[in-house]
C-alpha cells in the first residue's frame, strides 16, 4: 500500500496545530487561493520512522522537507503539490501530485536476497475535502504518474480536531483501498524471485486497509510549530498474505517541525 499527501502527506495535514484563527497551513493556502491574497512561505522539516511489514525489515526512516505555499490556485503543501479546482466555505477540491514513498530493497533484509527493488514513483489525481464542526471528512483518488507500478489507489479518511490546553489533538479513521497493480509491485513475488520454498510465486489481487491516527500539534514559539503524529494501518489480507510480508500491519511515527514567518 502506497505511503500517502503515502499517506505520510497525510499524517502531517491530520496533526492540527494552532495556527492563528485555528488555521492549519493548508486551509491558509485554500483562502488566499481564493482570493489571490499572498500566503507567503511556510517552511518545516520532519521525520517519519515506520515499520513497512515486510520480512526481515524492522523500520524505515524517511526525513521530508516541508513546503507551503501558494501561487493563484496552484500550492504546494507538505510534500505535495496542485492545483485547486474549487474551494467553498465546507469543501476543497483540489488535483493533486504526491510521492509514494513506499520501497524495498533486497539488501535490507537477508530474508529477501533475490527480491528485486521497489522503487518510490509519483501519482496523481484528485482529492475532495469536505469539513466543518463535526469534522473533516476526505477522499482522494491517484494513479502512478512514472509507470513505475501502473497502479491506482483510493482513500477515505475522517478525523476531528480538539483543544486541550496548548495542544491540538486530532485523532483520525480511514480506509485505503489499492489495486491489484499497486499491491502485486509492492507486494507480489515473481516467479524469477521465487528461489525458497517458504517464498512461492504470488500475485495478490486489490486490498482494502484500514487505518487509525492521533495527530498532535502545539506551539512553540511565536513563529514555530511542532506537529505529531502516530498511526497503525492494518493490512488487506492480499498484502498480508503476501511471503515477503511477516507483518499484520504497519505502524507510523511521524514528527515535525514547521515554521510560520507571519505573525500570529
Known amino acids: 500500500m502506497r505511503l500517502r499527501p503515502l499517506f505520510l502527506c497525510l499524517l502531517l495535514l491530520s496533526a492540527s496545530s ?9 486551509e491558509q493556502l485554500a483562502k488566499a487561493a481564493a482570493t489571490d491574497a499572498g500566503a507567503g512561505w511556510i517552511l518545516g522539516a520532519g521525520v517519519a520512522v515506520t515499520n513497512p511489514g515486510y520480512l526481515g525489515y524492522s523500520r524505515q526512516i524517511t526525513p521530508l522537507p516541508l513546503v507551503f505555499y501558494h501561487y493563484g490556485r496552484f500550492f504546494f503543501a507538505g510534500i505535495s503539490g496542485g492545483y485547486l479546482l474549487s474551494n ?3 469543501y476543497r477540491l483540489a488535483l493533486v501530485v504526491e510521492p509514494t514513498l513506499n520501497r524495498l530493497s533486497a539488501s535490507d533484509s537477508p530474508q529477501l536476497a533475490g527480491i528485486q527493488s ?15 464542526d ?18 491506482t489507489s483510493a482513500n477515505l479518511g475522517y478525523r476531528f480536531s480538539f483543544h486541550a490546553g496548548g495542544w491540538s489533538l486530532s485523532p483520525g479513521i ?21 528461489l525458497l520454498p517458504q517464498r512461492p510465486a504470488y500475485s495478490p489481487g486489490s486490498a482494502a486497509s484500514p487505518y487509525v491516527s492521533f495527530g498532535v500539534g502545539t506551539a512553540i514559539s511565536e513563529h514555530w510549530q511542532f506537529r505529531g503524529d502516530i498511526s497503525y494501518q492494518r493490512f488487506g489480507s492480499a498484502i498480508h498474505n503476501s511471503p515477503i510480508v ?19
Open 246 to 264: 511477516d507483518r499484520s500491519g504497519s505502524p507510523t511515527l511521524f514528527i515535525a517541525f514547521v515554521y510560520n514567518p507571519r505573525d500570529n
Open 174 to 194: 480511514g480506509l485505503r483501498w489499492a489495486d491489484s497493480n499497486l499491491t502485486n509491485y509492492y507486494y507480489g513475488v515473481s516467479p524469477a524471485e521465487a
Open 18 to 26: 494552532v495556527w492563528a484563527d485555528d488555521e492549519e497551513p493548508q
Open 118 to 132: 521497489r522503487q518510490w514513483s509519483l501519482a496523481g489525481g484528485a482529492e475532495l475535502e469536505t469539513f466543518g
Open 88 to 90: 467553498g466555505e465546507h
Open 134 to 151: 463535526w469534522g473533516h471528512l476526505n477522499m482522494g483518488l491517484s494513479h502512478d504518474l512514472l509507470g513505475r507500478n501502473d497502479g
